[in-house]
């Protein structure tokens, strides 16, 4: 079964640079999450889209943004990237549809190490 | 808000053994959530079992099952038979609204239990 793709799998930048990790949910899944994991830390909630729609805002820097495109992929950019932004960053979906209980499915992270 | 207790920074269990992960919760809402996941030292976030705050039995997935005390608002997980690839780090978590109520409702995690299995 098509699981949570994201890329790339790992990425190195210098401070200051731009990154940008793309994220594939589940084919039909309506709900797109974005984590952070930090060295040794617990994945703090970053944002969600449902249906393309921003539906919540974790704590999310200013210098992050995100959308989700019409064929339901979406896309986290980080600017002015800092050495504290160094971590794993997971993307879930999740279906409102069906009858399951809404399990979030992780991809397998995108780690990102700034230098 | 949602907040998850994981008092367990690290466990080391003989191989075979069972193990129980603790895990206690507070929140104001009444219907929610439970949910075990697994990272291995790879880094993915592996899906273990879930329980729903109005489930009257506990949740089993062949060797996990989690221990649902309402009252004591805990969701210990309990792994039988422990094997040496159960070594991981494991979060509790537990669902959360969103700020829109569209969509699937997010998850808190608790800070985690380094979990090692000794042969």
């Known amino acids: 079964a098509a699981g949570v793709i994201q890329s790339p799998r790992h990425l190195i930048k210098e401070k200051r640079e731009t990154a940008t990790l793309k994220c594939y949910p589940i084919p039909r899944h309506d709900t797109v999450y974005w984590y952070q994991q930090g060295p040794g830390q617990d994945p703090q909630f970053l944002i969600s889209f449902y249906e393309k729609m921003q539906s919540d805002k974790g704590s999310i820097p200013d210098r992050f943004s995100a959308q989700q495109f019409s064929d339901y992929h979406s896309e986290l950019n980080m600017s002015s990237l800092e050495l504290g932004d160094s971590a794993l960053y997971f993307c879930?979906?999740?279906?409102?549809?069906?009858?399951?209980?809404?399990?979030?499915?992780f991809g397998e992270g995108s780690r990102l190490t700034v230098l | 808000a949602q907040k998850i207790t994981q008092t367990q920074p690290g466990m080391f269990v003989q191989e075979k053994e069972a193990v129980t992960l603790d895990c206690t919760y507070d929140t104001s809402d009444q219907s929610y959530g439970l949910f075990w996941y697994k990272q291995p030292s790879s880094g993915e976030m592996i899906f273990l079992i879930y329980q729903g705050s109005y489930d009257e039995q506990n949740a089993t997935e062949g060797r996990y099952s989690l221990n649902f005390q309402k009252a004591r608002k805990s969701a210990n997980l309990v792994i039988s038979a422990s094997q040496l690839g159960d070594s991981a780090m494991y979060f509790c978590a537990m669902s959360a609204p969103l700020i829109s109520n569209f969509g699937n409702e997010k998850l808190t995690f608790g800070t985690g239990t380094r979990l090692t299995i000794i042969p």
């Open positions: 879930a979906s999740s279906s409102t549809r069906g009858q399951g209980f809404g399990e979030l499915f």
